[in-house]
């Protein structure tokens, strides 16, 4: 069984841009999380996504979007993109048994520059 | 405030010597506690799975115990190796209606020959 894959595993941005990111969840999965990871704060949630709904939302600015389509693949858009956005953007995916092994992705590692 | 508190947050050991990481948390309701590994740039992978009635389970060298009563978790690594040498989270499920994960911010372990 495929893991979970995001795409790009890397990402240079300036100051002002927008970017996208995407993840394939594993096959039969429908929930899609997303997280920013940075060496000071952890994993944060952003949120996610099941059956092409959100679900749950962290505390995280409008400019942090994201949607889910039919096949589950997620992507994930931030805009106006600012210093503090530099991060490792994780992905992680589970079944709708709600509380079952979220499986991550290997990151997107975003720098702003 | 639904929190996850780690210690230490950072580790340094000889090879084959053993280690205990701590996780505290408080919150509610409780559905279940996991931890994860995390090798740098790389995402986090489950290495145990408790729930409320669950006193200790264990992976290879690797055994979580957890005290509902207070509150505490531990992942005990026996005889550990150069490869264990990464950040290691505690996280919990929170549900209430919907589910939410809280993450500690992780105890980063160096293993040294």
């Known amino acids: 069984k495929a893991g979970v894959t995001q795409t790009p595993r890397y990402l240079i941005k300036t100051r002002g841009q927008q970017v996208t990111l995407s993840c394939s969840p594993i096959?039969?999965?429908?929930?899609v999380s997303w997280y920013q990871q940075t060496p000071g704060q952890g994993l944060q949630f952003l949120f996610e996504?099941?059956?092409?709904?959100?679900?749950n939302k962290g505390n995280f600015p409008g400019r942090f979007s994201g949607r889910q389509f039919s096949n589950s693949r997620s992507e994930m858009n931030v805009s106006t993109l600012e210093l503090g956005d530099s991060a490792l953007y994780l992905c992680?995916?589970?079944?709708?048994?709600?509380?079952?092994?979220?499986?991550f992705g290997q990151g997107t590692r975003l720098t702003v520059v | 405030k639904n929190q996850v508190e780690q210690s230490p947050q950072s580790l340094i050991i000889l090879e084959g010597k053993n280690c205990t990481l701590q996780?505290?948390?408080?919150?509610?309701?409780?559905?279940?506690l996991r931890w994860y590994k995390q090798d740098t740039g790389r995402g986090p992978v489950s290495l145990t799975i408790?729930?409320?009635?669950?006193n200790t389970k264990s992976n290879g060298r690797y055994t979580a115990t957890l005290d509902a009563d207070t509150k505490q978790s531990s992942l005990h690594i026996t005889a550990s190796q150069l490869s264990d040498s990464a950040s290691y989270i505690c996280?919990?499920?929170?549900?209430?209606?919907?589910?939410?994960?809280?993450f500690g911010t992780g105890t980063r372990l160096k293993v040294l020959a």
């Open positions: 992680a995916s589970s079944s709708e048994v709600r509380g079952l092994e979220a499986f």
């Open positions: 096959s039969g999965h429908r929930s």
């Open positions: 996504y099941f059956s092409e709904t959100q679900r």
């Open positions: 996780c505290n948390y408080t919150v509610s309701p409780f559905s279940n």
């Open positions: 408790m729930t409320f009635s669950e």
């Open positions: 996280v919990v499920t929170v549900t209430s209606g919907t589910y939410k994960y809280i």
